[in-house]
Each structure stands twice: as C-alpha cells, then as structure tokens.
C-alpha cells in the first residue's frame, strides 16, 4: 500500500508540473521578426504584461531542439493613455546565422515560452532574388487581406513583407489594447517572415510611441527612418509624417531630409550602385494621387512632393532629391486604393517608349497600394484619372514584388475581392541605374 501511494503521489507530482502554469504576465505574445541591417542577423521582437528575461532558443533546421540561445533585453512602455498601461517589449538579435539557412525557434525564459516559429535567414548575395508583400493600411478591423497573406507565407512565397504605414486602426486605442490585438493577428505572419515598416498617419497619437516601440527596424532613429540591402537593392524607409505633425518637432523633418539625402549619396557612389543598382523607397503618403478625398496627394502642390513654404526655414520636398539621385522605384500607402503610375517627374511623363513604357524610364515608377483593408473601407477615385494615372482599382488587396536581378523588377496586383486574382502585373526594366538613367 506505501507503495502505491508512493507511486500515486510521483504520477501527481508529474502531472502537477505538466500542467504549471507560468506566472500570470509572463508568457509572451506578438512576436514578430525583422532585419536589423547587419550582415547575418535577425532581431525577435515580443511582449509581455510583466517583466521577465529576453530569451531566444533556437536551431537550424532538422538539428537538436533549441541548441542555441542568444539573450537580450526589454524596454518598458507606457501606453499614454489614462489606464497608463505598462508593457515589456523584449528584443533579442541572433547573429552569425548561417545565409539563406532555415531556423527553428521559441521566445520567452523559464516563466513562460511561445510557440515554436521558424524563418529563413537573409540570403546575402548580390544575386539573390527577394519575393516581398507590399501594403498599407491594414487594421484590426476588416482586415480583408489578412487570411490570403497568412496562407501564402505559410506556403513560403514570401521572403519580406512590407507594410508601408497605418497599423490597427489605431494602436492607441482601448489603451494600446487594439494594438495588442493586431500583433497578435499579424503573429501569424511576421513571426516567420521579416515584417519591415514604415509608420503612417494613424500612428500619430502620443508622438508615434506605440509605432517606435512596438517595431525593432534598422538604425538609431526610433524606427522613424533608415535603410538596408537585400539582393541587388537598397531599400529605404521614411517617414512622410514629418510634414503633416509639426507638433512634435520641425528638427524631425530637416534630420529626416538630411539623412535621404546622405543615404543617397552613400548609396549612389560607385562601388554601392554597382552592387546594388536598385533604390527603393517606401513611405505612407504618397506625392501622387487621383483619389477624390482632398488628401496631400490630390494637391498639385503636395508637401512630401514639394516642401512646405509656411515654415521658418522652409522646409523642402522629396521629388528633387530622389530624383537627381536616380530613385527607381517609390512604394506608398495611405490612399484606400491601388494605383500604379506611369513614370513621372514633375506632373509630367517619361516613359521609356509608346510600346514598352517601364523600359528604361526617365524617371521614377509609383505605386500606391493601400487598399489592405480596415474600417475606414475604401477610398474613391476622380472620374477622369489625371495623365500619368495608368491604372487604379478599389478592390481589397495587396501587390507582390520580386527583384529579379540587377535589370528587372516584377509587380503585381493581387485582388482579394477577386479570390486573389492578379489585376495588373508590370516587368520594370532599368539597364541603367541612377541619374544617368534620365538621360
């Protein structure tokens, strides 16, 4: 009978520690993943309501479970609102990670662990070829896009996404609760694939805190702007809000437009644009638009596009400097629409020829895509498009992006109200990179 219950008391014991439960607070959640711009490297970003370590276990794929950890830290954030919500925000960087390797891994300490996750490491050569998902505006509510996206990068179509401003609708909201909850719906996605940002508009309450916190992107500046490489282009994240929230400080725009402009110069000296002839940019509010809103894109002066004249110092536009050093391509949001234009500079159009207009342009290609869905639904156009509008849709979706090479850029429209249907699809090609390509 003492041994019985001796057994019994060991089979309660296992059971009891098979079912502990970490302490309340500490289990991690919205994990997501990023490229903090160093050579094989990848940051994992969590959270938790309580303070514990930052810890990463992880392998490469098909080895021993966990064998490697890489510890970080956490940030404290105060949501502003009047609960005054206090969340961790952990970050860890795994380094010296094999190129182009498939990892397993898990996120959190002894007090509580995520599920397991894994993701492909940055394929570091100059002839790789990336496969990204570009939207914007994409919120907890009616996130239309949301399902397709998630079933895609389980199927592995995607090397990069790129969500180009408005997150949630709005993080702020219900004391940062609303942006806790969309975390946790893109978990699904930016846990296994690189989920790289730029903030927008509906990021604005308590000086873009939630966007600053929230996302681990490349550089010092709070996420605000920087710039990384992947295969044979440099791609570069900034903020088009510095025009609209003087509030928060002018010195913000001219830092901002001093970086573009050194950014540039770094990326346009010889060695760099042979290396990586494609220059990428990606913003919310785009210069350009036909859409019937009154938004800063409607205006033929646009503030992103040409400066602001009413600030002591004027304070100078963006259409200029990317051009004169020789942009390719510009990704916007903000607009509840699709529009792909025709290459333009000026209000005017260079196309490359009458038959192959994204043939050598002679000047930069837009594309506004930031019709993901949220609760504000769709936005509408003016009934004649303006000359260098050369295709729009209202349909919820999202547009795919592959660097082919060093010549030829893929994109393409999917419609999400179409059953993921490809509505419009271009092969950018560019046998001449940088301001001689105006030429």
Same mark, same amino acid.
């Given at each position: 009978? %003492?041994?019985?219950? !001796?057994?019994?008391?060991?089979?309660?014991?296992? $059971?009891?520690?098979?079912?502990?439960?970490?302490?309340?607070? *500490?289990?991690?959640?919205?994990?997501?993943?990023?490229?903090?711009?160093v050579k094989n490297s990848m940051v994992i970003t969590w959270s938790t309501s309580n303070q514990t370590e930052s810890v990463v276990e992880f392998n490469l794929w098909g080895q021993t479970l966990f064998s490697h950890e890489m510890k970080g830290n956490?940030?404290?954030?105060?949501?502003?609102?009047?609960?005054?919500? *206090?969340?961790?925000?952990?970050?860890?960087?795994?380094?010296?990670?094999?190129?182009?390797?498939?990892?397993?891994?898990?996120?959190?300490?002894?007090?509580?662990?995520?599920?397991? =996750?894994?993701?492909?490491?940055?394929?570091?050569?100059?002839?790789?070829?990336?496969? =990204?998902?570009?939207?914007?505006?994409?919120?907890?509510?009616?996130?239309?896009?949301?399902?397709?996206?998630?079933?895609?990068? !389980?199927?592995?179509?995607?090397?990069?996404? &790129?969500?180009?401003?408005? =997150?949630?609708?709005?993080?702020?909201?219900?004391?940062?609760?609303?942006?806790?909850? =969309?975390?946790?719906?893109?978990?699904?996605? %930016?846990a296994y694939t690189p989920y790289m940002t730029c903030p927008g508009n509906h990021e604005w309450s308590y000086n873009f805190s939630h966007y600053r916190y929230r996302f681990s992107m490349p550089g010092h500046t709070e996420n605000l702007w920087y710039? @990384?490489?992947? /295969?044979?282009?440099? $791609?570069?994240?900034?903020? *088009?809000?510095?025009?609209?929230?003087?509030? +928060?400080?002018?010195?913000?725009?001219?830092?901002?437009?001093? @970086?573009?402009?050194?950014?540039?110069?770094?990326?346009?000296?010889?060695?760099?644009?042979?290396?990586?002839?494609?220059?990428?940019?990606?913003?919310?509010?785009?210069?350009?638009?036909?859409?019937?809103?009154?938004?800063?894109?409607?205006?033929?002066?646009?503030?992103?596009?040409?400066?602001?004249?009413? #600030?002591?110092? #004027? %304070?100078?536009?963006?259409?200029?400097?990317?051009?004169?050093? /020789?942009?390719?391509?510009?990704?916007?949001?903000?607009?509840?629409?699709?529009?792909?234009?025709?290459?333009?500079?000026?209000?005017?159009?260079?196309?490359?020829?009458?038959?192959?207009?994204?043939?050598?342009?002679?000047?930069?290609?837009?594309?506004?895509?930031?019709?993901?869905?949220?609760?504000?639904?769709?936005? /509408?156009?003016?009934?004649?498009?303006?000359?260098?509008?050369?295709?729009?849709? #209202?349909? +919820?979706?999202? #547009?795919?992006? !592959?660097?082919?090479?060093?010549?030829?850029?893929?994109?393409? !429209?999917?419609?999400?109200?179409?059953?993921?249907?490809?509505?419009?699809?271009?092969? &950018?090609?560019?046998?001449?990179?940088?301001?001689?390509? @105006?030429?």
């Open positions: 009978m %003492a041994l019985l219950l !001796q057994c019994l008391g060991l089979i309660s014991g296992l $059971i009891s520690a098979a079912v502990s439960v970490p302490p309340i607070g *500490t289990q991690p959640e919205q994990v997501h993943i990023s490229y903090p711009g956490y940030s404290v954030f105060i949501d502003g609102g009047p609960e005054n919500r *206090t969340t961790y925000i952990h970050r860890v960087t795994l380094s010296d990670l094999r190129p182009g390797a498939a990892y397993v891994y898990h996120c959190g300490s002894d007090a509580g662990w995520s599920d397991i =996750f894994s993701f492909t490491s940055l394929n570091e050569s100059l002839s790789f070829s990336p496969r =990204f998902a570009l939207f914007g505006d994409m919120g907890n509510e009616n996130p239309q896009s949301l399902s397709r996206l998630q079933k895609e990068t !389980q199927m592995g179509m995607y090397d990069v996404i &790129l969500h180009i401003g408005d =997150f949630a609708y709005d993080m702020h909201e219900d004391n940062g609760r609303i942006g806790d909850e =969309f975390m946790r719906q893109i978990e699904s996605i %930016a710039s @990384w490489n992947i /295969g044979p282009a440099h $791609i570069i994240s900034f903020s *088009t809000e510095v025009y609209f929230y003087l509030e +928060y400080g002018l010195d913000l725009l001219f830092r901002q437009y001093e @970086w573009l402009k050194r950014d540039l110069q770094e990326a346009n000296s010889p060695d760099q644009r042979s290396e990586r002839p494609w220059i990428i940019t990606m913003a919310h509010r785009p210069m350009y638009c036909s859409n019937d809103d009154g938004d800063d894109c409607t205006r033929f002066e646009s503030y992103v596009r040409r400066g602001r004249n009413d #600030t002591k110092p #004027t %304070a100078p536009g963006l259409e200029d400097l990317f051009y004169q050093y /020789g942009v390719d391509l510009e990704l916007w949001a903000h607009e509840h629409t699709y529009e792909r234009l025709w290459p333009v500079y000026d209000y005017k159009v260079y196309n490359g020829s009458f038959k192959e207009p994204y043939v050598n342009p002679k000047a930069p290609v837009h594309i506004i895509t930031g019709s993901a869905g949220c609760r504000e639904k769709h936005d /509408g156009f003016i009934p004649k498009p303006r000359c260098w509008s050369a295709f729009r849709s #209202t349909d +919820y979706g999202y #547009t795919r992006m !592959q660097l082919i090479n060093s010549t030829h850029l893929h994109l393409e !429209q999917v419609s999400d109200d179409q059953y993921g249907k490809v509505i419009d699809q271009i092969m &950018l090609v560019k046998e001449v990179h940088g301001p001689d390509a @105006w030429l």
